[in-house]
């Protein structure tokens, strides 16, 4: 609503520059009021992702033996016809660059797959695409950096996943593992910019360098507020790779896009973040993944919902139960009735929110269940946290803690910010 009033003050203050500086002749008609021009008219220009503006990388690939890292968010937007750009129908990258007769060897897949219906944490096997017969590498499992060897027969490698901008969700990781490979090998690569859904904001603790992982090669904010392409870059500039190499690195912007512009994703960008609400929810929610809590997996709620069958009855009015579905052969509490909270209709997030995590732990009498796993320190990156929610800090309290990290981020970070 802001914006359309940004616009609607916009246009009026525009016409009334044209009535009292133009220099109408004798046969124009002068205007004395202002015409404001209907606010339902006004057209906002699509977004144009990465993977649509194939006039700046398809002359890169001409020619060459090509490598793409991708799933099933590597899509290209179809034309409508009125010649703009919608969310529907689209094609898939590597079936567009096959027809352009772009030489494709072979396609890397991420956690959960190429065709994105694994499970999170299970082992992605390597094999060959079924619909174009494409052999298939996994970076998700023992192998997840491309070898020497696999790389050998590869000219120039394209890079194009969603991501959610939560330090956790493994795709940066395997982007920054991909460009090491690349940098190693001499091998160019380019990144397929997409809208980040929570650019919006930076916030959560920073990853310590004791626990940098999987979840979390760099010491970046839980939330980092950067496309994947902005992000690309900082790791090449910031000298992240290993021995400090730099990839050759291009990155094909977006356009029509700032941080604060409102993105809903047209194709889930992994199994349990079924829509808007989960992936805004996920940077809070997903840290239960490093505790014994259900948070939503198992449920058509994914990420939505919370709870467990430790917590308090008494203090909760919502129940659920999670039973094996897509995305989640084994839920956490699978089977059992959890007491827990719907989130499903929150208003959405700016800010990291560490009340339902502290609302578990005070809610049960078995303390020690909430934090029984290997996991927590991974995902919050640091074991402050946990010792924090254990002493019984406030919210406010602990997030104090963030700031002086996070405002050393910001610095960093606004050097390679490509979008206003």
């Known amino acids: 609503m802001a914006f359309l009033n940004c616009l609607k003050s916009t246009f009026f203050i525009w016409f009334l520059l044209v009535v009292a500086c133009g220099n109408p ?14 606010i339902d008219t006004i057209v906002t220009k699509p977004i144009i992702v990465g993977a649509n503006r194939t006039n700046i990388y398809l002359p890169l690939l001409k020619d060459k033996k090509v490598g793409v890292v991708g799933n099933q968010t590597s899509i290209i937007f179809k034309a409508s016809a009125n010649d703009s750009i919608t969310a529907a129908p689209h094609i898939h990258l590597i079936d567009s660059l096959l027809a352009l007769q772009i030489d494709i060897k072979k396609v890397f897949a991420p956690e959960h797959g190429f065709r994105g219906s694994v499970d999170a944490g299970e082992k992605v096997k390597d094999g060959v695409d079924s619909k174009t017969g494409l052999p298939l590498i996994s970076l998700y499992g023992k192998n997840r950096k491309p070898s ?3 790389l050998k027969d590869i000219d120039i490698v394209l890079f194009d996943i ?27 690569i380019i990144v397929l910019d997409r809208p980040n859904p929570n650019a919006h904001y930076i916030d959560g603790p920073t990853m310590e360098k004791a626990h940098t992982g999987f979840l979390g090669m760099t010491e970046i904010p839980l939330v980092y507020g950067m496309t994947i392409g902005e992000y690309a870059t900082m790791i090449n500039e910031e000298n992240w790779l290993v021995e400090g190499k730099k990839a050759d690195l291009t990155v094909v912007p977006l356009d029509n896009w700032t941080h604060e512009t409102e993105y809903s994703l047209p194709v889930r960008p992994s199994p349990n973040l079924p ?12 840290l239960f993944e490093g505790t014994n809590v259900n948070a939503g997996r198992g449920t058509e709620l994914q990420f939505q919902c919370y709870g467990a069958s430790f917590l308090d009855s008494t203090q909760y009015s919502f129940r659920y139960t999670p039973a094996p579905n897509f995305g989640s052969k084994s839920p956490k509490e699978n089977g059992k009735i959890c007491f827990g909270k719907d989130l499903s209709e929150i208003p959405k997030m700016n800010e990291v929110s560490l009340q339902w995590l502290m609302d578990s732990y ?5 303390k020690t269940k909430v934090f029984n796993t290997s996991g927590f320190t991974k995902h919050a990156g640091t074991k402050k946290l946990q010792e924090q929610i254990e002493s019984g800090l406030s919210e406010e309290t602990i997030k104090e803690t963030w700031q002086a990290d996070l405002t050393k981020f910001k610095k960093i970070r606004k050097k390679y910010l490509m979008y206003k």
């Open 362 to 366: 005070v809610n049960t009498e078995e």
């Open 25 to 38: 002749t004798k046969t124009e008609k002068i205007i004395s009021e202002p015409t404001l021009i209907p």
């Open 162 to 188: 969603q991501d959610v901008g939560v330090r956790f969700y493994t795709y940066i990781a395997t982007l920054q593992l991909v460009m090491e490979a690349c940098a190693a090998q001499n091998k160019p």
């Open 275 to 286: 829509n808007d609400i989960a992936i805004n929810l996920y940077p809070s929610l997903g």
């Open 148 to 150: 020497a060897a696999q």
